[in-house]
């Protein structure tokens, strides 16, 4: 079955550095977007970050100069580099990607979420 799977969450303390890293496994035929999303207690899901097939980039306004996305198509990969990190990070970060793939229907594309990581930023 397809599958997402989050990596690399972690505590650490603020102006610090973490790398995010997602694997998309399973019956696999393509990836359109890939995309992170983090949620803080108490508040909604949230978009951090999106990038196309090709490779085209979009951040929240929260984190533009601080974080970036980058993908590896050929390992069905996407990453999340954060740097000069917050408080206001701390988060359950989750990988989605909009996936052509076999499902119990069939071959058709969905949106697939992985179960996330804890990102800590301590002050």
């Known amino acids: 079955q397809v599958q997402l799977v989050e990596s690399g969450g972690g505590l650490v303390q603020a102006g610090g550095s973490l790398r995010l890293s997602c694997a998309a496994s399973?019956?696999?035929?393509?990836?359109?977007?890939m995309r992170w999303h983090r949620q803080a207690p108490g508040k909604q899901r949230e978009l951090v970050a999106v990038i196309t097939s090709v490779g085209s980039k979009n951040y929240a306004d929260s984190v533009k100069g601080r974080f970036t996305i980058s993908r590896d198509n050929a390992k069905n990969m996407v990453y999340l580099q954060m740097n000069s990190l917050k408080p206001e990070d701390t988060a359950v970060y989750y990988c989605?990607?909009?996936?052509?793939?076999?499902?119990?229907?069939?071959?058709?594309?969905?949106?697939?979420w992985g179960q996330g990581t804890q990102v800590t930023v301590s002050s």
């Open positions: 399973g019956p696999i035929f393509r990836i359109n977007e």
């Open positions: 989605g990607a909009t996936i052509e793939g076999s499902w119990d229907t069939g071959r058709g594309y969905r949106n697939s």
